[in-house]
C-alpha cells in the first residue's frame, strides 16, 4: 500500500470533513496540543440539537459543529459505520443546502 495518509497510530484526515454518519475517534493533538483522543458524532445527532433549515450555516467555531468535523492533518484512530437497520436516501433532506455561488 503506497498511501501516504496511513501510519501506524492510524489515518491522517486529509481535509476538513463533516461526519454524516457513524462515529469516529480522532487524536486531535496536532491541532490543540491535547493528547486525549477526540469522540465525534454524526451530524445527525448534532443537528438535532438546532433547527436546521435551508440555511442553516456550519460554524466549525461553534462547539456543537466541531463534534461532528474531523479536521484535515488530525489523525483517525477509529471509525465505527452507522447501524444498517434501515438505510433511507431520503435522510439528505435534513441537511442544509450549500450556499449559492456567487
Known amino acids: 500500500n503506497n498511501n501516504n495518509n496511513n501510519n501506524s497510530s492510524g489515518y491522517t484526515v486529509p481535509a476538513d470533513i463533516v461526519l454524516m ?22 451530524i445527525s445527532s448534532t443537528s438535532s440539537d438546532y433547527s436546521m433549515t435551508t440555511t442553516t450555516k456550519l460554524d466549525i467555531d461553534d462547539a456543537l459543529w466541531k463534534r461532528s468535523i474531523l479536521f484535515g492533518g488530525t489523525t ?22 450549500p450556499p449559492p455561488n456567487r
Open 76 to 97: 483517525l484512530l477509529n471509525h465505527t459505520p452507522a447501524a444498517s437497520s434501515s438505510t433511507n436516501d431520503n435522510d439528505n433532506d435534513k441537511l442544509p443546502m
Open 21 to 42: 454518519d457513524g462515529a469516529a475517534v480522532v487524536n486531535e493533538a496536532m491541532l490543540t496540543g491535547e493528547s486525549i483522543p477526540r469522540c465525534k458524532e454524526p
